[in-house]
């Protein structure tokens, strides 16, 4: 009885400590790993904007990754840049390569014409005269701070293109800090691998002509008691050519030497840069030339235009009122040439 007894609780602890089947433990675990995992995603989308659509999910970008520069000719590294604007986001055109330029000329020499012409190419964004501000040329520091946000492509303008530009670049005229501040300024051209684009003309009494005129029109406005100092009709252009400035012959050699000076110094102040000299007339007579221009900034070629229209056109005889004393001024000597047609 005993025997039967003892055999009996035997048994009894085998049944009551059955060996646990390890499908009934993973088919636990997993759903334990599903819950958590669907109270993870419940929260994740939470926290989503209701107005984040597909493309955000989409939109994945790898920073601080360096652009591929191998079509690049070793020569031309210094003078090509990756902006990375703090305004905006240059996406899919964060690897294009952008040249920095600056369109160095004196008032009525037509960099206005001139610029119009490059901001006609697709890729081409040229800012005006931004230094015109005096403050912005106060000092050589206000001037580089300045030069920095427009290459950076954080400076706009009615000219800011997309943000594929290949070039960018300003209007900047002698007397607007160039000359004076001309040490720094060819110090960041250097470091910084900017294009000087000189732009003068060859004929110093056609620009004294044209300076004395809008000078006229500033004070006298005939245009509808407006001031322009370009035009884009024929119309236009006759009215403001009506004017015949008299030119004072005692100062007018004086003169005309002291512009040329300063444009002979302001090339030689930026010899030891990246530049080209350009001149007006050989651009009027040559349209080529424009070709030049966009080989020296790297460019695609692409025909240039402008809406703007020439307003002094005819003889330069039909231009001023002394002419007769201008002439026997000039005659025999180096201005000589610019009594005859240029262009």
């Not at 090509?80 to 964060?94: D, G, I, K, L, Q």
């Not at 221009?293 to 402008?306: E, I, K, M, N, W």
């Not at 025999?332 to 240029?342: C, H, I, N, Q, V």
Request: charge should be positive.
């Amino acid at each position: 009885m005993t025997e039967e007894l003892c055999f009996f609780n035997k048994s009894s602890l085998v049944i009551k400590a059955p060996k646990k089947s390890p499908l009934a433990l993973r088919l636990v675990v997993l759903a334990f790993a599903m819950v958590c995992g669907v109270y993870i995603c419940s929260i994740c989308i939470k926290q989503i904007s209701p107005h984040t659509t597909t493309a955000n999910f989409m939109n994945i970008r790898v920073f601080d990754q360096p652009c591929n520069t191998s079509g690049i000719k070793p020569e031309d590294m210094p003078y090509v840049h990756f902006p990375n604007p703090e305004t905006f986001s240059r996406e899919e055109c964060a690897c294009n390569p952008v040249r920095d330029f600056a369109i160095l000329s004196m008032q009525r020499s037509g960099s206005g014409w001139f610029e119009t012409l490059l901001n006609s190419h697709i890729n081409v964004s040229s800012n005006g005269e931004i230094f015109g501000s005096k403050a912005r040329r106060a000092n050589i520091s206000a001037i580089t701070q300045t030069l920095d946000k427009i290459y950076n492509l954080d400076w706009f303008s009615s000219a800011s293109k997309n943000e594929c530009n290949a070039a960018v670049g300003l209007k900047w005229m002698l007397n607007q800090g160039v000359l004076e501040h001309h040490e720094g300024i060819v110090e960041y051209f250097k470091k910084n691998g900017v294009h000087a684009i000189f732009l003068f003309r060859r004929n110093l009494l056609r620009r004294m002509i044209s300076v004395m005129a809008n000078s006229y029109d500033k004070s006298n406005k005939p245009l509808n008691g407006t001031h322009k100092s370009h035009v884009h009709s024929s119309t236009e252009a006759k009215v403001l050519a009506k004017y015949k400035p008299t030119i004072n012959a005692t100062t007018l050699m004086a003169e005309l030497k002291h512009v040329d000076d300063r444009a002979a110094r302001a090339i030689g102040y930026f010899k030891t840069t990246r530049h080209i000299v350009v001149y007006y007339e050989d651009v009027v007579k040559n349209p080529s030339k424009l070709r030049e221009v966009q080989a020296f900034l790297g460019l695609p070629y692409r025909d240039l235009t402008s809406r703007q229209v020439k307003i002094h056109s005819g003889p330069l005889s039909n231009t001023v009122e002394n002419w007769e004393d201008v002439q026997k001024l000039l005659e025999g000597t180096k201005y000589e040439s610019f009594l005859r047609a240029d262009y």
